[in-house]
């Protein structure tokens, strides 16, 4: 599978790319803004985006994850430090196709995958 991160802190974005790369999927892209997060969902071509919620741009995640569904037809996968009502504020507007809460772990990572893939 061919994903896109988007992620605005380094160390969290290597981190992702790690794992995914380790699971056996090839990271086409890893971005820290929601703007240019469209702009490579739409050259990268990828299958999945792996999306952090709280970004540092003037478009958030969450608007991101939009853009790129109605534009690309490209699913994203939010992932958030935060928990509970903080998180569910984080998706308002919005319908994930599934979440994570960082930091990601390798079965948590590899068991949305699978979800993924699987039609």
């Known amino acids: 599978m061919r994903i896109l991160i988007v992620e605005d802190e380094a160390i969290s974005a290597l981190a992702l790319q790690f794992l995914v790369e380790r699971l056996g999927h090839e990271v086409v892209a890893s971005v820290d803004t929601g703007e240019a ?65 960082k930091p990601v772990m390798d079965d948590e990572l590899a068991a949305v995958l699978e979800r993924v893939e699987t039609p």
């Open 37 to 101: 997060a469209v702009e490579r969902a739409g050259s990268a071509q990828p299958d999945l985006v792996l999306m952090d919620t709280r970004l540092r741009s003037a478009m958030n995640g969450v608007e991101a994850a939009n853009r790129i569904w109605s534009e690309h037809r490209v699913r994203s996968v939010f992932v958030s430090a935060h928990g509970g009502a903080e998180l569910a504020a984080d998706y308002r507007g919005a319908e994930p196709f599934l979440s994570l809460v």
